[in-house]
């Protein structure tokens, strides 16, 4: 898929998340709150499903929760927030959207870029 943004400050290297090696990821480590790393795509209209699993990477300097968001033409249709060890399974709905956001985000002014580093997991749209 076309994406809209650089990808600035986002890796794509194989990361340890929750004691399993993941090798298709994106990841990212926020600063601060409201310092939302974000990949946005053009789906425009022509897929029905966004799949992905969200978690974060274990060599993570500190163990602070990260929130993972999805969102289809700036809205927010799926958040969840997580700490190491968990993964969490994402299943959204983006028939109507042209474009999706996957997004990693701080829950705390402790944290900074190295902190915690987000993972979107084998990120897929399917039709």
């Known amino acids: 898929m076309p994406e ?47 799949e992905a699993t969200v978690g974060i990477a274990d060599d993570s300097a500190k163990a602070l929760p990260l929130r993972f968001t999805v969102l289809a033409d700036r809205k927010v249709v799926f958040a969840t927030t997580l700490g190491l060890g968990k993964t969490r399974a994402v299943r959204v709905d983006i028939s109507d959207a042209t474009h999706v956001s996957l997004q990693v985000s701080t829950t705390s002014l402790d944290q900074c870029h190295g902190d915690g580093i987000g993972v979107w997991i084998a990120p897929r749209v399917r039709r």
């Open 4 to 50: 809209v943004d650089d990808f600035d400050g986002w890796e794509q290297e194989p990361r340890l998340v929750a004691g399993e090696q993941r090798e298709t990821v994106l990841a990212a480590s926020p600063c601060w709150l409201n310092d939302n790393f974000t990949a946005t795509f053009v789906v425009s209209r022509q897929y029905a499903v966004l």
